[in-house]
C-alpha cells in the first residue's frame, strides 16, 4: 500500500473552484464576479503600459543578469516601497527606524511577519477582522500561532463598520496580541474606518499594548490617491507604534503572478534595526532563501522615476474610477429596477469588492439560474462588471432578491 493512502482529500479553496466552475461554464452570458482580480471594460486583464514599457526596456538591456538577489530582496525596491507606504517625509524613515523587505507579495511579506513574530518575539495569539480575507487565519496558523480570535467588524444591520464591538473586542485582547488590520479596501467588505474611527482604533490599541499589523494589498487601488489610501498607516507610525506593514504589488501594478511585495517594520530604537534583520535573514534563509527579481525590478525602476511614476499613477487612477462608475452603474440599476432593499452600500463601500448582503442561497440561484458567479459570502468583485454585462447582473440580482 502507498504511504499515502491515509491522506484525505482537502476540501478546495472556495475562490479557485468558483474560478474553474466559471472556466468550465459554456453559457454566454456567464459573469465571473469572483476572484480580486482587476479586469478592463472588455474583461480582460490589464497589463500596464508603464509596466510593458519596464519591461521591455529590461529585456533590451544586456547589463541584467540573474544572479541571486539578496535573501532580504532588492533594496532600491523595498526603500521605494517603504517611502510609498510611509510617505517621503516619514519620521520613522528618517529616524532609521523603519526597516524593509522584499516578500513574495502580500501573502508572503504576512508570512515573514507572523514567522518572526511567533518564533522571534514568541507572540502566539492574532486577531483578525470578523470577516477577513480567506488566507490571514491559515498563514497565522501554518506560522505557528495558537490562538486565532476574531474581532467584531461587520455588522450587518446597518451594512458598515460595528465599531463599539470592535473597540470592545480589541478591549479585551490580552498585551502583545497581533491586530491584523487593512489599510485600506477592507476585503471582503469595502468598509474602512473614518479617520475619526481610526484614532479611537490606535487608542485601545494602545492602552492594550497591541502589535498593530497593516495589510495593504490596495495602496491607490482603492480612492485612486496613493497618500489617501496611506492615510491610516502613517497616522499610526506618526503615533509612534512599533508596527508591521505588508505591502502587496499584485492589484495596484497588475503583477499578481510576479509576486512583489514588501514587509516593513517599525522599530522603536534603531539599534535595534540590524539584530532584527539578522533574525528575518535567517527566517527566510529557511524558507524561500532568495526572493525573485523581475516583479521587484518593475516595480522599482517606476517608483524611482518621476515621469514613469506619474505614468502608473494615472494607470491607477484609470483603474480606481473604472470601479466607481461601475458601483454607481450597478446601484442606480438595482434602484431603478426597484430591487427589494437598500442599495446604497454599493457605493460607500470602495476598493474591488462589495459585500451585497446576499445570502448562500441567493448566491446559488444567481449561479444556477444566470450563470453569474460570485463567493457563497455575497462578496462582488465589482471588476468582473462591465458597460457590456452590468444590466444583465443587475437584472439577475433584482430576479434573485424579488
Ligand atoms: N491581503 C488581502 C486583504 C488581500 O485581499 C490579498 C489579495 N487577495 C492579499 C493580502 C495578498 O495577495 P497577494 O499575495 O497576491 O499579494
Same mark, same amino acid.
Given at each position: 500500500a502507498s504511504r499515502y493512502a491515509e491522506v484525505a482529500q482537502a476540501a478546495p479553496i472556495e475562490v479557485f473552484a468558483v474560478v474553474k466552475a466559471f472556466t468550465e461554464d459554456t453559457h454566454e452570458k456567464k459573469v465571473n464576479l469572483s476572484i480580486g482580480a482587476y479586469r478592463t471594460d472588455e474583461c480582460k486583464p490589464w497589463v500596464l503600459p508603464v509596466v510593458r514599457e519596464t519591461e521591455s526596456a529590461m529585456a533590451a538591456d544586456t547589463t541584467l543578469n540573474h544572479e541571486y538577489l539578496p535573501i532580504l530582496g532588492l533594496e532600491s525596491f523595498s526603500t521605494a516601497a517603504m517611502k510609498m507606504v510611509?510617505?517621503?517625509?516619514s519620521a520613522a524613515i528618517k529616524d532609521g527606524r523603519a526597516t524593509a523587505i522584499q516578500t513574495l507579495s502580500g501573502t508572503g511579506g504576512l508570512r515573514v511577519a507572523a514567522d518572526t513574530l511567533f518564533r522571534v518575539l514568541k507572540y502566539n495569539t492574532f486577531y483578525y477582522s470578523d470577516p477577513t480575507w480567506g488566507n490571514h487565519r491559515m498563514i497565522f496558523l501554518h506560522a505557528g500561532f495558537t490562538e486565532a480570535k476574531q474581532y467584531r467588524y461587520w455588522d450587518g444591520e446597518s451594512r458598515g463598520l460595528d465599531l463599539v464591538g470592535m473597540l470592545e473586542d480589541l478591549g479585551n485582547a490580552p498585551a502583545n496580541s497581533v491586530i491584523l488590520l487593512h489599510a485600506c479596501a477592507h476585503n471582503p467588505t469595502g468598509v474602512d474606518p473614518t479617520h475619526d474611527q481610526w484614532k479611537q482604533i490606535a487608542e485601545v490599541i494602545e492602552a492594550k499594548q497591541l502589535l498593530p499589523l497593516f495589510d495593504t494589498a490596495y495602496q491607490g487601488f482603492a480612492s485612486g490617491d496613493l497618500d489617501r489610501d496611506a492615510w491610516p498607516v502613517r497616522y499610526f507610525a506618526d503615533r509612534g507604534f512599533e508596527l508591521m506593514i505588508t505591502q502587496s504589488f499584485a492589484k495596484n501594478f497588475g503583477l499578481y503572478n510576479e509576486r512583489v511585495g514588501n514587509l516593513v517594520i517599525i522599530i522603536k530604537d534603531p539599534s535595534l534595526v540590524v539584530a532584527v534583520r539578522s533574525q528575518v535573514t535567517l527566517l527566510v534563509r529557511g524558507s524561500y532563501s532568495n526572493p525573485p527579481n523581475h516583479g521587484a525590478r518593475i516595480v522599482s525602476t517606476v517608483l524611482n522615476n518621476p515621469k514613469l511614476f506619474e505614468d502608473w499613477r494615472e494607470c491607477i487612477r484609470i483603474m480606481s474610477s473604472r470601479i466607481t462608475a461601475m458601483r454607481e452603474g450597478l446601484r442606480e440599476r438595482l434602484e431603478k429596477l426597484g430591487t427589494p432593499g437598500v442599495w446604497d452600500h454599493i457605493t460607500s463601500q470602495i476598493g474591488?469588492? $462589495?459585500? $451585497?448582503?446576499?445570502?448562500a442561497a441567493q448566491v446559488k440561484y444567481l449561479v444556477d439560474k444566470f450563470h453569474v458567479y460570485l463567493l457563497s459570502s455575497g462578496r462582488?468583485?465589482?471588476?468582473?462588471?462591465?458597460t457590456k454585462n452590468i444590466d444583465y447582473v443587475a437584472e439577475a440580482i433584482y430576479d434573485t432578491v424579488c
Open positions: 510611509l510617505g517621503e517625509d474591488m469588492f $462589495s459585500y $451585497s448582503g446576499l445570502s462582488i468583485n465589482i471588476c468582473g462588471l462591465t
